[in-house]
């Protein structure tokens, strides 16, 4: 819990910690709770809390009897007292959530990215989802603190740029932040989207959850968002997540690295399919065999397409499609134990766009390959669950980031 200080010139920072507060309670707090939680005087939290309910933040939200005494008011948040957008830029969907101050979805709408990948008809069909979004909620665009969008890394957080985003040539270096504030009069920030899904997460976090967990977010690629000490790592230049080139399976697929067996590559879809489509099981577009170690030229719409297939055809009792997933599942149990041991973690949340699919697979197999590794690396097991959040988890996140931005005393993660 953030504490707070008596000084007039920090009263906005004090705002804050008594509205992260209030936000994080269940069911609110009375004032001689908040002196408690928050460190700050009866008259400080006084003056906030009054300014809070004025400004629509929180509300008095009748009284609680606690011991002896007279009956305390508590203080809630107010849910409609502010909103958020949030973006997820997926290279086959867009998805775009309203957000209340509480975190909850309001409204959603979805869009294909455009076939052509160009940044200004991307830029186009995000600024026409956030105004029905709007639309339909019936919400003030004066009571909407901002936009976030969760973009495919790197980027740079600084100045809102993607810098190179794989599977997007479109966006080389495009100023996201800028064109989209500009589109919409709304101010804007961008993020990485592992990052933001594990923000999505931790605000879903109740107060006695594990604070050291990682999400492994599972879209047209791997990344992974870490949680450590309760706070998102978002690393030096906002760009952490990657999951690198650490080999997990050496004679495995050829990566663009150059060596074999690399945990990101392994486990991809587009690698799936491949070799789905090389062993038979799935028919490649045209319907022509391919041999062994070709690779095909696939758009992300069609390997989503096939990487259902697959995991139809495992769940229809298919062995070779049944084996490629679980050679995927124990890669991702290698690099899991590995990751725990080094970050001591005790938690791993799965998510993202591809995650749905793959989910059975994983809640079957997955345990007995980490703890069949665990034994050996690590000194407690370590807990695998699928996110609470969603498939709109980079979307809800990127939100959380411009609640986070406007009225965590954390600030921008
Ligand atoms: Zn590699």
Not at 239 to 248: F, K, L, P, T
Not at 270 to 275: H, T
Request: with cysteine.
């Amino acid at each position: 819990m953030p504490r707070g200080a008596n000084l007039p010139a920090i009263a906005a920072f004090n705002d804050t910690v008594v509205l992260d507060a209030v936000r994080r309670s269940e069911g609110g707090l009375s004032r001689v709770e908040l002196v408690g939680s928050t460190g700050l005087s009866a008259q400080t939290v006084s003056n906030v809390s009054r300014r809070l309910i004025d400004q629509g933040l929180i509300r008095e939200a009748g009284k609680r009897i606690d011991g002896p005494g007279k009956p305390r008011t508590i203080l809630q948040l107010e849910p409609t007292g502010s909103y958020a957008v949030g973006v997820h830029l997926d290279p086959t969907v867009i998805t775009c959530v309203l957000l209340d101050l509480e975190g909850e979805v309001v409204a959603e709408a979805r869009r294909h990215s455009p076939v052509s990948g160009d940044a200004m008809q991307t830029l186009a069909i995000v600024v026409e989802a956030i105004g029905t979004v709007l639309a339909e909620s019936g919400v003030d665009r004066a009571k909407v603190s901002g936009v976030g969008v969760a973009a495919p890394g790197p980027i740079d957080t600084e100045t809102g740029v993607v810098v190179r985003p794989p599977l997007i040539p479109g966006w080389n270096d495009f100023h996201l932040r800028d064109e989209l504030r500009a589109a919409t009069g709304l101010s804007s920030l961008v993020a990485k989207d592992v990052t933001a899904a594990a923000v999505a997460e931790r605000w879903r976090d109740s107060a006695d959850a594990s604070h050291d967990y990682v999400f492994v977010y599972y879209g047209t690629g791997v990344g992974v968002g870490m949680v450590l000490g309760g706070d998102v790592y978002t690393g030096a230049t906002h760009n952490a997540g990657d999951v690198g080139h650490a080999i997990v399976d050496p004679g495995g697929a050829l990566c663009a690295c150059g060596r074999r067996g690399c945990y990101g590559e392994s486990v991809r879809p587009y690698r799936l399919v491949m070799q789905a489509i090389w062993a038979g099981v799935l028919s490649a577009p045209g319907g022509e065999p391919v041999p062994d170690g070709v690779e095909l030229d696939l758009d992300v719409e069609t390997v989503d397409a096939l990487f259902t297939e697959l995991t139809q055809a495992a769940t229809a009792g298919d062995d070779v499609a049944t084996s490629i997933l679980d050679r995927s599942i124990r890669n991702t149990a290698y690099y899991l134990s590995n990751l725990s041991a080094l970050l001591d973690i005790d938690r791993v949340v799965f998510g993202g766009p591809s995650w749905d699919r793959l989910e059975p697979f994983y809640a079957a197999r997955l345990p007995g390959w980490m703890h069949e590794f665990d034994m050996d690396i690590l000194t407690h097991p370590v807990i695998t669950e699928s996110s609470a959040v969603g498939a709109d988890v980079a979307a809800v996140g990127a939100a959380c980031l411009v609640l986070d931005a406007t009225f965590s005393p954390r600030g921008r993660v």
